[in-house]
C-alpha cells in the first residue's frame, strides 16, 4: 500500500471535523448531535495523567492532537485486502470510509445486518440509539468521548437463533501519514444467535505519527455465541488506543482475543460485564513488541451475576528495548456466588533491555467464588534454549520455536487460516 | 617377536580412525572444578562405555561436549574429526554430527514433535549445504524410525516431551537421533525410567544405527544396558578423570565388585 501524505481533504481533530464528517457520512439528526456532545466531553476532560493510577506507566505526553488531521473524505485509492479466506462477510474501510463491502445474500436473508454504522443508524435506527455507546459512554474517559466524536465503523446485527456459519470480517486501514482514524465496531447477538468477528486495524510504516482512537461495544445476548478477534497490525509509528467492552447476558458465551503487533504505542482497555447468571467469557490476549514499541492492556472481568464463569490469559513477548504493562482487575460484585474467575498473564523477554510490569487486582465482594490469578515475567529458560541447539537449530530458530509454542494456545483460536498465516509472518518478521 | 607385534598394534591403533579425541579437559560448574584433566579416545564406528558412580562427572561430560553454556572450559582440548570444537556453539556441533540423548530432555510447550523434527532435520541439512527435507521423504523416514521403536503415531501432534513419562522421552530422543543419523551419539542414562520392554526397543534401535559409521559413546551407571548395546571399550570415570579402561569385561567386574576397588587401585580420592 502506497502511503500518500496529501490529496484528500482533511481537518485538524475539531468540532468542524466532528460536524463535516456526520454530514459527509450522511447521518442522521440524532447521531450528529451524540457526535456533538462527545465532543464538547472530550474538550472538558483533561488528557490523563502519569498520576493517574491507570495511566501510572503509559506515557503519552509526547502525544500530540493538534498534530493529526481528520480525513473528511475517502481516499481516492486503497489497497484492496486479498485473502483466500472464506468468510460470509467482508468489509473493508480505508480512513474511516467503506471502499468494499459484501455480505453473502443468503445470510442477509436471514436477517443479520452487517454495514456502515452511519448507514445502520438510518436502516436501524433503534437497534443502533439503544446499543451505540451503552458501553463505552462518553463518560468512559477522554479517548472514548473523542471515537465517539469521531468514529465511523461497522455494525453487526444477528437476530434470536439465528447462527452465521462463516466469520464476518472488517479490516480497518489508514491510508495518510499524519492522520488520525477513529475505528468503531457494534457486535449485538441477540438471543441464541452465535456469529463470529474479525477486526484487522493495518497500516505501513510510516515517518510522520499517526493515531489510531478505537471502540467496539459486543453484546453477547442470553445463550447467545459470540467470537470476537481484533488484530492490531498497525504501522510503526501509530499511537494506537482502544476501549473495547463486552456485555454477556444469561448463559451467553463471549470468547474473545486481542492481538497488539504494530504501533509505537499501543493502549488497549479490554473489559467484560458477565450480566446474567451462567455468563461465559474467555479473554485471550496476546502482544509481541520490538524495538521501542510499547503495550498496555488493561482487562476487567466484571462479574455482576452469580453463577459466572471468566478466564482471562495473556501472553506476551518482548524484544529490544520494548515494554509492556498488564494491569487486570477481576471485580466480583456482591451477591455474585458460584463465580469462577481466572486470570493469568505471562510474558517472555528476549532481551536483557525489554520489561514487562504485570499488575493483577482482585476486588471481591461475595464469599462462595473461586478467583485466581497468576503473573509470570522472564527470560526464555536457557537449557530450553540449550536443547533446541543441541538439535542443530541456530539460537534465532530456537527462540522462534520457543515464541511459537508460547503463543500456540492463542494462535490456535483464531478462527481464519489467512489470518493466522499473515501472524505467523509478522512474528518471523520480529524475530528478526 | 613380541616387540614386533607391539609395534604393529600401536602402528594401526594410531592409523585408526578417531572420531573423538579428548586431551587434558579441565570443566568448571558454576566456578566448582569437575573435570579434571580427562583424556579419552573414541574410535570411529565402536561403541564405547564411560561408566562411573553419581556425581561423578558423566553428565559434565556429556554437556560439556555438546556445548552447553553454562559447562566452561578452562583447559584441554576436544577434536571432533580432527577439529576442535570447543569454539563451535551447540547448533554447529550437532550440525557437524554430534548428538547427545539427554538424561533430562527439556519439553518445550506448544512445539509440537513433528514441527520440531522437521526444523532439526532441515537445520543440519542446510548447515551442509543441503536443501529442506521434502515433505513426503520426510514423513516416510519419520513413520519408519517411529514403527521401529514401536512408537505410536500419535506422538507427532503432541507437544515435544510435555507430559511425557519418563520413558517415552528417552524413545523420543532415540527417535531424534534416528532421524538426524549422527556420527557420534552420546547417551547420557538413556536406560534410566526404561522398563525392560522399552531398553530392549531402544537398543535396537540404536543398534540399528550404528552400521559401520557412527560412533557411540554409552554414559551409564549400571551394567544392565551394557547387555544390548554392546560397548568395544569401557572407561571408567571417576573424580573427574577416566582412571582406567578396558573391554566389556570391565563392565561385568564393576557390577560384581562396585567402585571401591578402582577408587583404591587407582587413587582416586574419596
Ligand atoms: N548445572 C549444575 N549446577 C551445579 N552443579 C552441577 C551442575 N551439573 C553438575 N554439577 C555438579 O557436578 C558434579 C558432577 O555431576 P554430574 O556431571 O551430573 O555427574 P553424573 O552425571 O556422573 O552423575 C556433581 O557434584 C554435581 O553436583
Ligand atoms: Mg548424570
Redesign the pocket.
Known amino acids: 500500500m502506497e502511503v500518500r501524505s496529501v490529496e484528500t481533504p482533511t481537518l485538524g481533530i475539531s468540532r468542524d471535523a466532528v460536524a463535516r464528517l456526520s454530514e459527509r457520512l450522511g447521518e442522521p439528526e440524532w447521531l450528529r448531535e451524540r457526535r456533538l456532545t462527545a465532543w464538547q466531553t472530550f474538550e472538558a476532560t483533561p488528557t490523563p495523567l502519569m498520576t493517574d493510577e491507570e495511566w501510572r506507566r503509559t506515557d503519552i505526553r509526547k502525544l500530540d492532537f493538534g498534530s493529526f488531521n481528520v480525513p473528511i473524505d475517502a481516499p481516492a485509492s486503497y489497497e484492496p485486502e486479498s485473502s483466500a479466506d472464506h468468510r460470509n462477510g467482508f468489509t473493508q474501510i480505508a480512513d474511516g470510509y467503506v471502499m468494499e463491502h459484501r455480505l453473502e445474500p443468503e445470510v442477509a436473508a436471514k436477517g443479520v445486518v452487517f454495514s456502515s454504522l452511519s448507514d445502520a443508524a438510518t436502516t436501524h435506527p433503534d437497534i443502533v440509539q439503544q446499543y451505540l455507546g451503552a458501553l463505552i459512554p462518553d463518560s468512559y474517559g477522554k479517548f472514548a468521548s473523542l471515537a465517539n466524536a469521531l468514529a465511523a465503523g461497522v455494525f453487526v446485527y444477528v437476530p434470536a437463533g439465528v447462527e452465521v456459519e462463516l466469520p464476518l470480517q472488517a479490516s480497518f486501514t489508514l491510508s495518510q501519514e499524519g492522520s488520525a482514524v477513529f475505528p468503531r465496531t457494534l457486535i449485538v447477538a441477540e438471543r441464541h444467535a452465535s456469529v463470529t468477528f474479525i477486526d484487522r486495524y493495518y497500516s505501513v510504516d510510516a515517518d510522520t505519527a499517526s493515531l489510531s482512537v478505537g471502540v467496539a461495544e459486543i453484546f453477547t445476548g442470553e445463550g447467545a455465541q459470540v467470537r470476537y478477534v481484533n488484530v492490531q497490525e498497525w504501522g510503526r509509528n501509530v499511537w494506537n488506543f482502544m476501549a473495547q467492552k463486552h456485555r454477556v447476558e444469561r448463559d451467553g458465551q463471549d470468547r474473545n482475543l486481542n492481538i497488539a503487533l504494530g504501533g509505537r504505542f499501543s493502549k488497549a482497555n479490554v473489559e467484560a460485564e458477565l450480566a446474567g447468571s451462567g455468563a461465559n467469557c474467555e479473554m485471550l490476549g496476546l502482544f509481541f513488541g520490538d524495538e521501542t514499541q510499547f503495550f498496555d492492556a488493561h482487562t476487567l472481568q466484571d462479574h455482576a451475576s452469580p453463577n459466572c464463569f471468566s478466564d482471562l490469559l495473556y501472553k506476551g513477548v518482548l524484544r529490544d528495548t520494548s515494554r509492556s504493562v498488564f494491569s487486570g482487575l477481576i471485580r466480583v460484585r456482591p451477591g455474585s456466588q458460584k463465580t469462577d474467575a481466572y486470570q493469568t498473564n505471562r510474558n517472555l523477554l528476549l532481551s536483557d533491555h525489554a520489561r514487562a510490569d504485570s499488575i493483577p487486582n482482585l476486588e471481591i465482594e461475595a464469599n462462595d467464588v473461586k478467583c485466581s490469578h497468576g503473573a509470570s515475567v522472564g527470560p526464555i529458560d536457557p537449557d530450553q534454549l540449550f536443547y533446541l541447539q543441541a538439535r542443530g537449530l541456530s539460537r534465532r530458530d530456537a527462540e522462534r520455536l520457543i515464541v511459537d509454542g508460547f503463543f500456540e494456545p492463542l494462535i490456535t483460536r483464531i478462527p481464519l487460516e489467512g489470518v493466522r498465516e499473515r501472524l505467523s509472518a509478522a512474528i518471523d518478521a520480529k524475530m528478526g | 617377536m613380541t616387540e614386533l607385534t607391539r609395534v604393529n598394534t600401536d602402528r594401526e591403533i594410531a592409523t585408526m580412525e578417531k572420531t573423538l579425541v579428548i586431551r587434558n579437559l579441565h570443566v568448571n ?2 566456578d ?1 572444578e ?1 573435570l579434571k584433566g580427562l583424556d579419552l579416545e573414541l574410535e570411529k564406528g565402536k561403541t564405547h562405555a564411560i561408566m ?12 560439556a561436549l555438546a556445548g552447553h553454556p ?2 566452561e572450559v578452562t583447559a584441554g582440548e576436544v577434536l571432533f574429526e580432527g577439529q576442535d570444537i570447543l569454539e563451535m556453539g551447540p547448533d554447529e556441533r550437532a550440525q557437524a554430527g554430534i548428538f547427545l540423548a539427554f ?1 533430562y530432555p527439556m519439553s518445550i510447550p506448544g512445539v509440537s514433535m513433528a514441527n520440531f523434527l522437521r526444523s532439526a532435520v532441515n537445520s543440519v541439512r542446510r548447515a551442509r549445504g543441503e536443501g529442506d527435507m521434502r515433505v513426503p521423504e520426510f514423513r516416510k523416514k519419520l513413520t519408519e524410525r517411529m514403527a521401529a521403536l514401536k512408537m505410536d503415531r500419535s506422538f507427532m501432534g503432541r507437544y515435544l516431551n510435555e507430559g511425557f513419562s519418563g520413558g517415552e522421552k528417552k524413545r523420543a530422543e532415540i527417535l531424534q537421533m534416528a532421524m538426524l543419523e549422527p556420527k557420534l551419539a552420546i547417551m ?2 538413556t536406560d534410566s525410567g526404561l522398563d525392560i520392554d522399552a531398553l530392549r526397543v531402544v537398543s535396537d534401535g540404536v543398534n540399528t544405527l550404528k552400521g559401520d559409521d557412527m560412533t557411540v559413546l554409552v ?1 551409564t ?1 549400571y551394567q544392565r544396558l551394557l547387555n544390548y548395546i554392546k560397548p568395544d571399550y569401557v572407561h571408567v ?1 571417576m573424580d ?1 578423570r577416566i582412571v582406567t579402561s578396558g573391554g566389556p569385561e570391565l563392565a561385568l567386574e564393576l557390577e560384581s565388585r562396585g567402585y571401591d576397588w578402582v577408587r583404591a587401585e587407582f587413587a582416586v580420592p574419596a
Do not use: M
Open positions: 560448574v558454576e566448582k569437575i562411573g558412580p553419581n556425581g561423578s562427572g558423566k553428565s559434565t561430560l556429556s554437556y553454562s559447562y538424561q547420557d542414562e554414559i551407571h570415570l573427574g
